[in-house]
């Protein structure tokens, strides 16, 4: 019996819809049970009739219950009393927290500028509303200085994009349908759990599953073959694919002729790319190319789900540019069940955002933008630091000089985001947070890694007691979430904290009145494109959920119409010319093999590349503090090769040392064949301070943007690994090890 079933007769409980709000493709409806008389939310499970989530929460969602009641929920605005950092604030009322703010940003403004003062967000939730909904409001009207969204997808993204047009594809439910999938950089049963049902389908059906990924993941274990890769190489992987498709004449002449641009250059390109040679880079066997292109070819339909792993390296960019190249190859877009996705967000790009944003507010000022994943230097007092943390996305985007880099940031805003456990190079990050002249506000639930370092925190709604319409990134529905408990304790939804800043700031334009049905009513009825005409506030009361207008099954390029400038899937790309890129698909080495080459064999523990995907049972950082969860993980640990850990005298189940010129941290050998020799794997996010050391893997990441849109780097660092006993810096560095610096 469905929980709908089990509660819907029952008089004592309301059942509420809504949606969940994390960071993950899937934006599963939900239905909450509500005690009338208590007002308690008591059980939680995936709504039912949801085309693609039907009915199942994951593992952590199913905790959501736990989250929201946590005894450590933030419940009202606290005050730091203690040094940044130490944790130590005591409660106070939102009235004293809002002047004190409001005065103190007053007089940052005044005496520095507008653009001293630097939001922070990401995507604790993905809400229109609570997201950048009335946030992005207050900034706009304040003149603050602006943050480019780049820590996720942003290279992966534009290179999509450069050959598809826009980040659509094929939908979930056309997976059932394929003969041949490949999942290229993505771990479906960890971080998209609801595409699975629909490969299983299709491998009912007798398709085939492979994975291609330098771990072993349980996607991988679950599949029927897992094609080990170096990680960061996966360009050269799919040009020596194109390369046996095009020399044996195995694409789609028809489908090319008609519906691509520039295949005699691309042709050329990847004659290059002979099976031998892409085995160097990805140490993937020449013959396994030959076949898996053949494969690849002549299995029809043949889907891709490619993920943002692949995507966090030097190269992430072009690499995605080019896989994105090969359904067009081979006509598989013609049916359904053919193609590949990225992400579906691409399919809402015509969602008219500005009622919401009001970029008007700005009044034709054009503050600074700030790349989020160089947090770390934007925090630093010294301009030409400051300089580099300025978003400039393509290569003909001029990097600031000193002189430009614009006022030192003073007053920082926290929300959605925990910057100081999931920012690249943390240790910069940590020491722009403990400047005692930064003026710093975290808006949150629980008291986490970045909440320490705050001058004010202020305590906000979980998804169970605020409004929202959610935008997935998997699939075509929206959802609507509706509150289904009052706010725990005194905390507000991100948009009533704004809208009671801005009152403290003395913004009195209308928008800030603005109540939260309202707004999301308002943003509904401002939608103009066809895609949207199903699209209602009364569609989205009733039932909670709805798909854009799109066709069933929706093949977006059966017939071309790609939404690039030539309207051809772009082999060649005269955008990324203009941009300052390689206008044909071309391999962009990861940093570390670049780094690798220029050091040679010279020491006698080499580096080893280390990636850090997403642990099982947490969402980045989120659910790492309900014990139940973060108990199922265990301990913060390092998977490393049987062949890398022996020489380094690595035992498994022993504290290893993992360092690079940034910093160091303490972990659990774990030694394993599951993951590619010259790698290491850091399941992420723990939050610094739940770990034995008080640190985390973002110890080791690196600032340093991705080929394409600023994106960022996570899984294109080199580290070495001692055992613990080795930790001692000055020990290993009398080795020799750490003479090189990546
Ligand atoms: N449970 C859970 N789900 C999540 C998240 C979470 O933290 N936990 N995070 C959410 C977010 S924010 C995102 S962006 C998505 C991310 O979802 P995915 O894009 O699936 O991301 P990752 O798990 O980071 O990476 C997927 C796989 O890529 C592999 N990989 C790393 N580098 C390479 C490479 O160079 N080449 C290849 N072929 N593979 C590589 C990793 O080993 C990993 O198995 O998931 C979302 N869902
Ligand atoms: N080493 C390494 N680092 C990574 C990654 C990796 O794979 N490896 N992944 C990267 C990726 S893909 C991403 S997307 C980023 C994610 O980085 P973030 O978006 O910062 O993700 P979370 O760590 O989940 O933090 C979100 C915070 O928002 C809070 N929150 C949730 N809802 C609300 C709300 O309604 N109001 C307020 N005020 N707060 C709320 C949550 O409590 C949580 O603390 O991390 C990146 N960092
Ligand atoms: S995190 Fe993803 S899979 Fe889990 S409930 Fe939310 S949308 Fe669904
Ligand atoms: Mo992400």
């Known amino acids: 019996m469905s929980k709908q079933n089990l509660y819907q007769h029952d008089p004592a409980i309301a059942i509420i819809t809504g949606a969940c709000p994390h960071d993950c493709p899937d934006t599963c409806s939900w239905q909450v049970a509500v005690e009338r008389q208590s007002g308690r939310a008591v059980d939680l499970w995936g709504h039912p009739h949801h085309p693609v989530t039907a009915g199942r929460l994951c593992a952590k969602v199913d905790r959501y219950l736990e989250r929201t009641y946590h005894p450590e929920r933030l419940t009202t605005p606290l005050r730091r009393v203690g040094p940044k950092g130490s944790g130590q604030f005591v409660p106070i009322s939102w009235d004293e927290a809002l002047g004190a703010i409001a005065a103190r ?213 072009m690499a995605v540019r080019t896989i994105a190249c090969l359904p067009a190859l081979v006509g598989a877009w013609r049916e359904v069940g053919g193609g590949i996705q990225l992400s579906s967000s691409g399919a809402f790009r015509h969602l008219d955002t500005t009622c919401l944003y009001r970029p008007d507010l700005l009044q034709g000022r054009t503050p600074r933008t700030i790349n989020m994943n160089r947090l770390g230097d934007a925090l630093s007092l010294d301009p030409a630091i400051r300089a580099r943390a300025h978003y400039h996305p393509r290569p003909v985007d001029p990097v600031p000089t000193p002189a430009e880099a614009g006022p030192p940031v003073m007053a920082l805003i926290v929300y959605n985001a925990n910057p100081a456990a999931v920012c690249p190079d943390q240790e910069a990050v940590l020491r722009g947070l403990q400047r005692e002249d930064l003026f710093t506000v975290v808006l949150e639930h629980f008291q986490t890694d970045t909440a320490d370092y705050a001058d004010y925190v202020l305590p906000a709604t979980t998804q169970l007691e605020h409004w929202d319409l959610i935008k997935p990134y998997g699939h075509l529905y929206l959802a609507l979430n509706r509150p289904a408990i009052e706010p725990v304790g005194q905390s507000l939804p991100n948009s009533e904290i704004f809208r009671r800043l801005a009152g403290a700031m003395g913004y009195r334009e209308p928008c800030f009145a603005q109540g939260d049905e309202e707004i999301l009513q308002e943003l509904i009825a401002a939608q ?22 799109l066709p069933e099954p929706y093949l977006p390029f059966a017939e071309g119409n790609f939404p690039t400038p030539s309207g051809k899937c772009e082999f060649y790309s005269q955008r990324l010319a203009d941009a300052g890129y390689a206008p044909l698909p071309t391999y962009t080495p990861p940093a570390w093999q670049q780094q690798a080459a220029e050091q040679g064999d010279s020491t006698a523990h080499p580096p080893l590349t280390c990636i850090s995907p997403p642990a099982h049972s947490f969402l980045n950082s989120t659910f790492v503090n309900v014990e139940r969860l973060r108990r199922r993980e265990g301990v913060p640990t390092l998977q490393i090769h049987p062949d890398d850990a022996a020489p380094r005298q690595v035992v498994d189940g022993a504290p290893v040392t993992v360092w690079n010129q940034r910093g160091r941290l303490t972990l659990r050998a774990v030694v394993t064949a599951d993951i590619v020799p010259g790698t290491v794997l850091v399941p992420g996010i723990w939050w610094a301070k739940l770990s034995p050391d008080g640190r985390n893997v973002n110890q080791l990441t690196a600032q340093d943007e991705a080929d394409m849109g600023a994106g960022a780097t996570f899984y294109d660092v080199l580290v070495w690994v001692a055992p613990a006993v080795d930790l001692n810096p000055a020990a290993a560095e009398a080795r020799g090890a750490m003479a090189v610096a990546g």
């Open 105 to 317: 940003l007053q007089e940052i403004i005044a005496t520095v500028g507008p653009e001293a003062v630097l939001p922070y967000f990401y995507a604790g939730t993905m809400g229109y509303l609570q997201g950048e909904g009335m946030a992005k409001r207050f900034f706009h009207r304040m003149g603050a200085s602006q943050l480019a969204r780049t820590i996720c997808s942003e290279a992966g993204f534009e290179g999509y994009v450069a050959t598809i047009g826009a980040t659509e594809g094929l939908e979930p439910q056309a997976f059932a349908h394929a003969r041949l999938i490949l999942i290229w950089g993505s771990n479906t049963l960890t971080s998209n759990a609801h595409l699975w049902p629909f490969i299983q389908a299709a491998r009912h059906q007798g398709a085939r599953v492979i994975v291609i990924d330098p771990a072993r993941t349980r996607t991988a274990r679950a599949a029927d073959e897992w094609i080990p890769i170096r990680p960061g190489t996966d360009g050269a992987l799919a040009l020596a694919l194109m390369h046996v498709i095009v020399a044996e004449g195995l694409y789609d002449a028809d489908y090319v002729a008609r519906h691509t641009l520039g295949f005699d250059a691309l042709a050329q390109r990847v004659a290059e790319w002979t099976p031998e040679r892409a085995a160097e880079l990805t140490g993937v066997p020449a013959e396994r190319i030959r076949t898996l292109a053949r494969e690849y070819a002549t299995t029809r339909p043949a889907a891709i789900r490619i993920n943002y792993g692949m995507q966090r390296h030097a190269g992430g960019g």
């Open 528 to 549: 103009r494109h066809p895609r949207f005409a199903t699209v209602t506030w009364e569609a989205l009361l009733e039932r909670g959920f709805v798909r854009l207008n």
